[in-house]
């Protein structure tokens, strides 16, 4: 169960009252497989928390996209820095299969901390979240040849493998389709 207030019950000691505060501040929305949530040089003015489906986030380096990360159920979608700094944003978020995300502007966000403080920690919680995940990317990429780092996605991140195309896995580990088809290869045997 993906559902936004499970998340909340799970992760934080919101009351039930703060949950329903919180929960009325965000939209549904259902988005088909090749729809954006964010596309470059837009201003990113919202997070979406994902109940189904799954996200990639790529840029566009040389007429090709380069893949930063994804997205599934339980994941929160935004460009943080373009978020935060008003500024375009570098990178697309698409949806790689049907999806249904729960999204708040973040200057609803603001209002609603006034009605349920607890969102602050969310809110907190998710920067620190962020943090993290970039300071272990940019660890991974510096420190792991190819073979390390897609044996640290396979144990981390099992899931990719069945809901992500090759091509784009390929890309996130900073490899061609056809290195990524060696190194599988190498490990089957």
């Known amino acids: ?104 502007e973040i200057e609803n966000m603001t209002a609603c901390e006034q009605e349920a403080p607890e969102l602050r920690t969310l809110r907190l919680q998710l920067v620190e979240q962020y943090f993290m995940q970039a300071m272990d990317r940019a660890s991974s990429l510096a420190n792991f040849n190819a073979e390390k780092r897609y044996e640290k996605m396979l144990a981390e991140r099992p899931e990719l493998f069945n809901r992500v195309p090759q091509y784009h896995i390929a890309s996130y580990l900073g490899l061609k389709p056809q290195s990524l088809s060696r190194i599988r290869a190498k490990k089957i045997k």
């Open 1 to 104: 169960m993906y559902e936004l207030d499970h998340y909340l019950e799970k992760n934080f000691p919101f009351n039930s009252t703060s949950i329903t505060v919180v929960k009325e501040c965000f939209s549904s929305k259902d988005l088909k497989k090749g729809d954006y949530f964010l596309r470059e040089g837009e201003y990113c003015k919202k997070i979406a928390y994902v109940e189904q489906g799954a996200f990639v986030y790529f840029e566009y380096i040389d007429v090709e996209e380069k893949v930063c990360d994804f997205a599934f159920e339980g994941d929160w979608i935004t460009h943080y820095k373009g978020l935060t700094q008003g500024l375009p944003s570098t990178v697309n978020i698409r949806a790689l299969e049907p999806a249904k995300i729960q999204w708040i």
